[in-house]
C-alpha cells in the first residue's frame, strides 16, 4: 500500500512541474569578455561557439541604434551558430559617451582581439566576416572598405601586432554617405537623422564636411575592398534605400564583387530580414568568401 501511495505521489508532482525543455543547446556562449579599455570604459563582446564544428570560421556583429543606443545581446545569427559559424557580438562606445571616430577604433581593436585571441576559443581567425544593422550597418560598411587605413586604425587593446582587415561584408540597410543622407531622407527620416548624425559627429555633416566623408563608406571604396553583401528594404523610411545604391555603384565602379538584395515593401529591420530565405542567402556568401 505504501509502495502504491508513493508511485502517485510522483506522478502527481510529475504531473505538477512546469513544462521543461531537455533539449541541449548546439553551442557555446561566453558573455562580457573584455577586447579592449577607452578612457576608462571597459569594452566588451560576446562570444558563440558551435560545439560540433572544428576550428569554425569566425563572423562579427555590429549593432544598431543610431550609434547611441543598442547592445551586442541583441546578436541575430544564432542560426549561423548552429550551421557551423562562430560569432562575436561587439559592443562599442555610443555616440553620448564619444564621438566618431571612436566606434570604428573599437570595432578594429576588436577585430585585433579575436585574431589574437583564436587559439585560445578555437575557431579560424584568417578570414573574418562582419556583419551589421542600420548604424550597425554603416560601421561594418566603414570597416571593410577601410582594411589597412591608418587614419582610422586607432591603438586600443593589446593586439596591435595584429590585423583589423575583415574579407566579407553583409551590410543591412546602413548609412554610407553622410554627405547626401540628410537631402535623400523622407520628414520622419530627418527627425531620426538629424539629431543621430550631430551626436556622432558633432555637428551637422554639412558643417563637419571632413569628418563626415571621413565616416562615408563610399569616399573609401577603392579596388582592393572585400566582397559585400547589401540587403535594404525599398520601404525604408530611416535610411533611403539610394544609400545602398550609392555603395553599390561605387563597388561596380571599381569592379569589387557586390550582391544587392532588395526587400520589396521592407521597411528599416523586421523579422523579413533573417528568415529563412535571406539566412541561406547570407549563408551562402559567407561560405564563399571565408572558406576554402
Known amino acids: 500500500m505504501r509502495n502504491r501511495c508513493s508511485l502517485s505521489l510522483f506522478l502527481l508532482l510529475l504531473l505538477s512541474v512546469p513544462e521543461r525543455s531537455f533539449a541541449v543547446e548546439s ?4 558573455n ?54 562562430a560569432v562575436a557580438s561587439v559592443d562599442y562606445r555610443l ?26 576559443y578555437g575557431y579560424n581567425a584568417d578570414k573574418i566576416g562582419i556583419l551589421g544593422s542600420s ?13 589597412g587605413n591608418q587614419q582610422l586604425e586607432g591603438d586600443l587593446g593589446d593586439f596591435d601586432n595584429q590585423s583589423s582587415s575583415v574579407q566579407a561584408i553583409v551590410d543591412y ?21 538629424i539629431p543621430a548624425l550631430e551626436l556622432l559627429l558633432g555637428d551637422r555633416p554639412e558643417k563637419k564636411a571632413d569628418l563626415a566623408r571621413l565616416a562615408s563608406p563610399v569616399f573609401h571604396v577603392d579596388d582592393q575592398d572585400p566582397p559585400l553583401l547589401i540587403i535594404h528594404g525599398d520601404q525604408d523610411p530611416q535610411v533611403p534605400i539610394n544609400q545602398s545604391h550609392e555603395l553599390q555603384g561605387k563597388y561596380e565602379q571599381y569592379q569589387r564583387d557586390v550582391t544587392f538584395k532588395v526587400i520589396h515593401g521592407g521597411a528599416h529591420g523586421g523579422p523579413e530580414f533573417f528568415d529563412k530565405e535571406r539566412m541561406q542567402l547570407v549563408e551562402k556568401f559567407l561560405r564563399k568568401h571565408l572558406t576554402p
Not at 562579427?60 to 549561423?80: F, Q
Not at 571612436?102 to 579575436?114: E, N, T
Not at 553622410?178 to 535623400?184: A, D, E, H, R, V
Open 32 to 85: 562580457d569578455i573584455q577586447y579592449a579599455t577607452a578612457d576608462n570604459h571597459r569594452l566588451l563582446l560576446d562570444l558563440y561557439l558551435p560545439k560540433v564544428k572544428q576550428q569554425p570560421p569566425l563572423l562579427v556583429w555590429i549593432h544598431g541604434g543610431a550609434w547611441r543606443a543598442g547592445s551586442k545581446a541583441n546578436m541575430p545569427l544564432i542560426d549561423l551558430v548552429k550551421q557551423g559559424f
Open 173 to 193: 540597410f546602413g548609412p554610407t554617405n553622410f554627405m547626401t543622407i540628410l537631402p535623400q531622407s523622407t520628414p520622419h527620416g530627418l527627425s531620426v537623422r
Open 135 to 147: 548604424a550597425g550597418g554603416h560601421l561594418v560598411a566603414l570597416m571593410g572598405v577601410t582594411n
Open 27 to 30: 553551442f557555446q556562449q561566453f
Open 95 to 120: 555616440s553620448p559617451v564619444a564621438k566618431f571616430p571612436a566606434q570604428i577604433y573599437d570595432i578594429k581593436a576588436a577585430i585585433r582581439f579575436l585574431r589574437g585571441s583564436a587559439e585560445m
